[in-house]
């Protein structure tokens, strides 16, 4: 009861250990993996196990050395460097459990662009994910190409800061160095190395050597290594034409080969990723020809006892009949007949091989006695060194007499002769371990002995087991024997397979024991032990009593309706025996029917409702052993008609077009359901399925060849017509280049250029280019239009654009017409300018205002006086040409007010943009009293001097030209006209151009002074009174000519002057 205690107590404690858990189990990722230098790397740890709670100690370790230890699984390398680039893992530790990650390779690069491939080394049929990454982030556009192997395998343009491609990879050719370049910088190089997803099959045919007509063989595709671990399907092939639907069975049977079996094998492999042909076989079935008998031994003379071969030729595969001293004796299903030789197996032998008329020659065969005549003994036969072994030499033939002269060989050397049959071997030494035999002479008869192995051993215990190589159901005799004798008790124990067998307790110096070997698993190394004594080990191979049985069908598994069928289950036997017996089943059910032959069992007529798996199973009664064969499947089928392969549309096939392969048949008597497959140039196009027609939505011109379908139940195979197709290019035609939205484009609206076609073969190389000719963009691309992006739309994109296109059928690029794009710009800061200082006027003063704009697109303007439009054309003022421009010609009193304009342009879908300057406000100044009344005596001067004129001129001609006229003090320049009475001098000034003004306006300035003098001129306060202190400009009034420097014909320019007031001098 204390033991069971201690027990109890020792099971419930807990044992302290660390239980390791598999890699799976916990996760390291980093980002980014292929890091940039100075660039954060962050690597988490996690782990999917949601139940481990408690705290955790995450540990992170590079190149295998411990760096630091957290609780969130989190590790950062804040700006990477060269010494960061190595292998991390982490680890995490909860009670007593120890999780590793995965190994993690780091690498750090100098340069701007990183590099990052997944999986380094895939496997054939795999994706290859490429990651592309700039260091730094940007707002424009970048191009990203993807390189391998010296050649561009993408390009594309983003705004990303990487950019992502895979690449599906299928075949080893695919390995190299890999790298990317965003514009001109150039990543890393990355090596590839595609791995094999499985070997290229081998095609091999069972037997070797030359086929015959009615021969069975066997064809053998095989796969010597296949890392995708998935499973294969086979199919086979003679001269281009699938022998059986793929299937994961690696080989094909021929039982009865035919001379029409002729051909070329091969073999196709697929995991569905990637298909694999193997080599050609070139297999030749020669016709039957007259057998010839091979006998062995070669001599003829065989000892009973030994195993009788009779060959019947070199067909393996046929049924052959055997005939001794010209009676039937045996049938087999190969050429090969054997037979454990005695006393009554002598005499004539011929053979003919089935549905021949062919027999080959006789052959005699003669018995000699066998080796059991004459036997050959040792005691001990496993010796112990220094033992004393006898070997005797004995025959059971009491007949034979007179003199007896034996014989003994050792490894075949004679080493002695006696006449009693004894061989004494006083003390065995290592050199005695050899093969030993006696032969026996008596008059013309020669005994032979059996080989006997004489085992010596430097151990103390010596093991001896008959026999070596035991039948299964035989029982193996073990012997354990001591070098030297006691008379106390020992511990005997007997060992097979590492197991101990049986173990006793005896007094003697050997122990004995028997043990029944019941199959082949029995096989291995046995010894025993005498107490602490081991002796030698010895290896027993345990031999089939008779093989696993074959189920041969005849005439084949799938027939027709109606066929007689041959169900034969064959046994080889490594001794005959006669208690066997055989029982066929049909889908694992046992028939009912008794076979009328022990081995045979016969259908008369097949029918539908037979089919299934058959296996037959062979019951040996003596020793109770069972062995079944492999199922077998026999279908019952009807046949169809041979399919028919046609091609829509008829005709002339080109690049691109759209095409249906039709497989049709007309008869399917089976009414089965068929299996379609279509084939071009001998390679599958696809796996068998339900459908009759194969599809090419696009063709191309790598698409011309030879077609052909099969079609199968599963059990018949038939193959169509051959459809040659030949698929021509298409030039690419003229492209059509259009923009989208409109062709009228907002500022800053997006837009995108597309170039289409409307015909042509894939791919299509496009270019775009702009007015000056610069190219903008290019890329092929397997699509019949491409769009080029031009993003936020600018004033500077304005302009007339184009494309061209070009493919491998076309010599020169395509341009297409010019297509122009609009950028409207809305207005925008409206600004209004006074070309006058200030804001008071003078009455009739000229005032111009103008109206300008920061940017816009054909900007309109509108004018507002008090917020009110003003019209344009009135009398006062008029708008120039571009309406920018507001001109008073003479401001007034209406024209006191507060002025601003509103600047205005059209978008598009009757969108207005719009934008209002700030205000300016003008006033009238307040003019002088004496300019007034200056102003209203030039009517009365110019009239007093117009009569003074007129009276001189009269007087002038009455005196005969003898009166002078007083010239005014100063001097008038050329083209100034006459001084009115009561002035003292008129200055007719030279032409002007106004000032900022256009240059069609002209003046001339024409100056009026009054004389100073009381008596000359009269001066008016506001009093009404003289006003001695007038000012001196008051007394002067200024007038200006205008003209239009530009006259058409038409304009009558004599009374071109106009006089208005304009700034005083």
Known sequence: MLQISVLLILVSLPLRGTTQVSDQALTLEAKPQDALKNEKIVMTCSTPFLYLKGPKHFQFYRNNVLMKETEDGLFTIEKAQHADQASYRCELRIDYKNLVSNNLSITVSDGYVAFHVVPLSPLEGETLELNCRHRYKSQWERQYAFYGKGKIIHSMKSMSQECLYSIKVNSTNDSGWYYCKVNRLKSRTVEIHIQEAFAVPKLTVQPEGQLFDGQWFKLLCSVEDNLSQASLWYSFYKNGVPLQPSSTHRDYISKSARVTDSGAYYCFVTDSKVWKRSNQLNLSIRP????????????????????????????????????????????????????????????????????????????????????????LEAKPQVALKNEKIVMTCSTPFLYLKGPKHFQFYRNNVLMKETEDGLFTIERAQHADQASY??????????????????????????????????????????????????????????????????????????CLYSIKVNSTDDSGWYYCKVNLWESQSIKIQVQERFAKPVLTVEPAAEVVEGLRLVLTCIVKMARPSAQLRYLFYRDSIALEV??????????????????????????????????????????????????????????????????????????????????????????????????????????????????????????????????NLSIRRIPVSKPNLIIQPRKELIEGEAGSLICSVSNGSLPIYYQFYNGSNMELHREFSNSSELVYKIG????????????????????????????????????????????????????????????????????????????????????????????????????RT??????????????????????????????????SYSTEIAASLI???????????????????????????????????????????????????????????????????????????????????????????????????????????????????????????????
């Not at 065989?302 to 010209?326: A, F, P």
């Open 437 to 510: 035999q006696c032969e026996l002479r008596i008059d013309y008869k020669k005994l032979v002995s059996n080989n006997l192995s004489i085992t010596v051993s430097d151990r103390d215990v010596a093991f001896h087991v008959v026999p070596l190589s035991p039948l299964e159901g035989e029982t193996l005799e073990l012997n354990c024997r001591h070098r030297y004798k006691y008379y106390w008790e020992r511990e005997c124990a007997f060992y097979g397979k590492g197991k101990i067998i049986h173990s006793m307790k005896s007094m003697s110096h050997e």
């Open 792 to 891: 936020a739309i600018s004033k500077r994109d304005e302009g007339l654009y184009h494309c061209s296109v070009r493919n491998e059928a076309t010599d020169l690029p395509l341009r297409s017409e010019d297509i122009k794009i609009t950028v409207i710009v809305p207005v925008a800061d409206a600004v209004l300018i006074s070309r006058t200082n200030g804001t008071e006027m003078w009455a009739g003063e000229r005032l111009v205002l103008r109206c300008l704009v920061r940017e816009g697109t054909e900007p309109q303007f509108v004018w507002y006086r008090n917020n009110v439009p003003l019209r344009n054309g009135s009398a006062s003022s008029h708008v120039t040409a571009d309406g920018g421009e507001l001109v008073i010609h003479s401001f």
């Open 594 to 723: 008794v076979p009328s032959d022990g081995s045979v069992f016969n259908i008369n007529a097949a029918t539908a409702n037979i089919s299934g798996n058959y296996a037959c199973e062979t019951i040996e009664t003596i020793y109770g052993l069972r062995k079944r064969s492999d199922y077998t499947h026999i279908s019952v089928k009807q046949a169809f008609a041979v399919p028919k392969l046609t091609v829509h549309p008829e005709g002339q096939l080109f690049d691109g077009q759209w095409f249906k392969l039709l497989c049709s048949v007309e008869d399917n008597l089976s009414q089965a359901s068929l299996w379609y497959s279509f084939y071009r140039n001998g390679v599958p196009l696809q796996f068998l399925s339900t459908h009759r027609d194969y599809i090419s939505k696009s063709a191309r011109v790598t698409d011309s060849g030879a077609y052909h379908c099969f079609v199968t139940d599963s059990k018949v195979w038939k193959r169509s017509n051959q459809l």
């Open 894 to 927: 209406d024209n006191v007010g507060r002025y601003h304009c509103a600047a205005i342009n059209k978008g598009i879908n009757g969108t207005i943009f719009n934008v209002t300057s700030d205000y300016i406000g003008f006033t009238l100044r307040a003019p």
């Open 939 to 1065: 009517p009365v001067l110019l009239f007093a001097s117009l009569i003074t004129s007129v009276l001189f001129i009269y007087r002038k001609r009455d005196t005969g030209n003898s009166s002078t006229v007083s010239h005014p003090s100063r001097s008038q320049p050329s083209g100034g006209g006459l001084a009115a009475n009561n002035v003292d001098y008129a200055v007719v000034g030279a032409t002007y151009n106004a000032e900022n003004n256009a240059a069609d306006l002209v003046y001339s300035v024409v100056t009026i002074r009054k004389t100073t003098e009381p008596c000359n001129s009269i001066g008016f306060s506001h009093a009404g009174k003289k006003d001695a202190r007038t000012d001196p400009s008051d007394n002067s009034i200024t007038y200006a000519t205008l003209n239009l420097s530009k006259h058409s014909d038409e304009e009558d320019t004599a009374d071109g002057n106009v006089y208005e007031n304009i700034l005083r001098k």
């Open 288 to 375: 039957f020809e007259r057998p010839v008998l091979y006998i062995y031994p070669a001599s003829g003379f065989v000892k009973e006892g030994e195993t009788l071969r009779l060959q019947c030729g070199t067909i393996k595969g046929r049924s052959v009949y055997w005939y001794k001293n010209g009676n039937f004796l045996h049938i087999t299903r190969s050429n090969v007949y054997e037979v454990l030789a005695n006393s009554e197996t002598g005499g004539s032998f011929h053979c003919k091989i089935y549905n021949s008329r062919q027999e080959s020659e006789t052959a005699d065969v003669v018995i000699n006695v066998s080796d059991q005549a004459l036997t």
